[in-house]
Structures are given as structure tokens and as C-alpha cells.
């Protein structure tokens, strides 16, 4: 079973910038995978996803503003966060889409002044 690892999260102000990383313990070169997200009281949502062959999707809200990308060779998926809004405050996760992993951690992301 592939193992998570998200890490790249903090505190930022309104504006700022995060570059969030998602580590497999596997392969995961053949899978399309997500940044998922879940703010306080609300269910999680798939934010952002790249395809094995390098295509991206984004939910409308972070459109502009997130970019994944993922380094085959390392098993390794990436969001960077530009242009960060309070409502971006979230626990962020990542997993393949449809999901197949137990979810990692997380790691937490708050936009606030």
C-alpha cells in the first residue's frame, strides 16, 4: 500500500505564497493524482489534479492562482500556491483521483492577516 506524506504548509498572509509537496512511498507514475482540501466544517474537495501524461484540472476557485505539477522519477506531486485567499484555509491532502490511498495527514495551510 503507497503511503502519503504532504509537508509545505503554514501561516501566510493574505497574497502569499505556499509550495505544497506530496511524497509517495510507491509508484505512483500511472495514476492521476489530486490536491484535495478541507476547511472547518466543510466536506473535502478535489482542488487540482494532473493526469499520468501531464494534464491538469482546477476546481474554478483556485484557477490562476494553483499549479500542479509532479516529478515522475520521485514519486512526487506539487501544488504551488500563489495569490492566497483566507478562504484557502484548509487541511491540504493528496491521493490519487478516484482516490485509492488511505489518507496521509495533511498539512495545514491558513491564509490570515
Known amino acids: 500500500q503507497v503511503q502519503l506524506v504532504e509537508s509545505g504548509g503554514g501561516l501566510v498572509q493574505p497574497g502569499g505564497s505556499l509550495r505544497l509537496t506530496c511524497a509517495a512511498s510507491g509508484s505512483i507514475s500511472f495514476m492521476t493524482m489530486g490536491w484535495y482540501r478541507q476547511a472547518p466544517g466543510k466536506q473535502r474537495e478535489l482542488v487540482a489534479e494532473i493526469s499520468q501524461v501531464g494534464s491538469t484540472k482546477y476546481t474554478d476557485s483556485v484557477k490562476g492562482r494553483f499549479t500542479i505539477s509532479r516529478d515522475v522519477a520521485k514519486n512526487t506531486v506539487f501544488l504551488q500556491m500563489n495569490s492566497l485567499k483566507p478562504e484557502d484555509t484548509a487541511i491540504y491532502y493528496c491521493?490519487?483521483?478516484?482516490?485509492?490511498?488511505?489518507w496521509g495527514q495533511g498539512t495545514q495551510v491558513t491564509v490570515s492577516s
Open positions: 491521493n490519487s483521483d478516484p482516490t485509492l490511498f488511505f
